[in-house]
C-alpha cells in the first residue's frame, strides 16, 4: 500500500551495528506497529503505538526499540545488530473504530529485507 | 495458548480451479477472524474481516466462512487466476485493539 512507506526496502548489515528502519504514513491513522517475518512463521509483533506519547512493547522486543516522531512516523532500531535478527520486517498502521464496527483493519507497508552478517 | 494453525502449507492448482485454504484457531476471547494475501516481497494486504455474527463474507472470487462454534473458517477461491499465486495468512483478533495472532500462511500457486 503506498500509503504506508518503509526505508529502506532492503539492507545488508554486520554483527554489531546500529541499524534503523523507518515507517512513514499518509493515512492519518493513530496506531502504528512493527511486525516481523521469518520463513515458515507467521508475522509476530515487536513494538507497537497508539499515538505519538504512546509505546508498547508486543511479542518479541527484546533486542529492538522504537522511537514514535510524529503520528505520521515510527521507525525500529536494532542497537547492536546481531544474525537470528535476519528477517522481513513490516510497519502497519490503523485508525480509530468507526462507528459499530468492532475492528481496526491494519495496512501493511511494503516490508523491509534486514539481513545480518 | 493461542494459535492459528492453516491448512494445506502450500498448494498448485490449475488456472482456473476452484480451492479451499482452511484455517483453525484456539483463540479465545474470540473477536474477528481475517484473511490476508500477500504477494512475493509484498506486505500483507486485507481480504476480509469477519466478526463473531458472521459466518460469511465475499470480496470478489474470494469467499470466507467462518464456523465460531467449531472455531474454523475457510477461504475459498472461485476460477483461479494466475495473479492469486500467493501467501494466505488467517490472522485472529482475540479481542478488539489487542494484537493480531497469525497463522503460518498456506503458499497457493497456480499453473497455467
Known amino acids: 500500500d503506498a500509503d504506508v512507506t518503509q526505508t529502506p526496502r532492503n539492507r545488508i548489515t554486520k554483527t554489531g551495528k546500529r541499524i534503523m528502519l523507518e515507517c512513514s504514513q499518509t493515512k492519518g491513522h493513530d496506531r502504528m506497529y512493527w511486525y516481523r517475518q521469518d520463513p515458515g512463521l507467521g508475522l509476530r509483533l515487536i513494538y507497537y503505538?497508539?499515538?505519538?506519547?504512546?509505546?508498547n512493547k508486543g511479542e518479541i522486543s527484546d533486542g529492538y526499540s522504537v522511537s514514535r516522531q510524529a503520528q505520521a512516523k515510527f521507525s525500529l532500531s536494532l542497537e547492536s545488530a546481531i544474525p537470528n535478527q535476519t528477517a522481513l520486517y513490516f510497519c502497519?498502521?490503523?485508525?480509530?473504530?468507526?462507528?459499530?464496527?468492532?475492528?481496526?483493519?491494519?495496512?501493511f507497508g511494503p516490508g523491509t529485507r534486514l539481513t545480518v552478517l | 495458548k493461542n494459535q492459528v494453525e492453516q491448512s494445506p502449507q502450500s498448494l498448485i492448482i490449475l488456472e482456473g480451479k476452484n480451492c479451499t485454504l482452511q484455517c483453525n484457531y484456539t483463540v479465545s476471547p474470540f473477536s474477528n477472524l481475517r484473511w490476508y494475501k500477500q504477494d512475493t516481497g509484498r506486505g500483507p494486504v486485507s481480504l476480509t474481516i469477519m466478526t463473531f455474527s458472521e459466518n460469511t463474507k465475499s470480496n470478489g472470487r474470494y469467499t470466507a466462512t467462518l464456523d465460531a462454534d467449531t472455531k474454523q473458517s475457510s477461504l475459498h477461491i472461485t476460477a483461479s487466476q494466475l495473479s492469486d499465486s500467493a501467501s494466505y495468512i488467517c490472522v485472529v483478533s482475540a479481542r478488539a485493539g489487542t494484537a493480531l495472532i497469525f497463522g503460518k500462511g498456506t503458499t497457493l500457486s497456480v499453473s497455467s
Open positions: 503505538s497508539f499515538d505519538v506519547k504512546d509505546i
Open positions: 502497519a498502521t490503523s485508525g480509530k473504530r468507526e462507528g459499530s464496527i468492532p475492528y481496526n483493519e491494519q495496512f
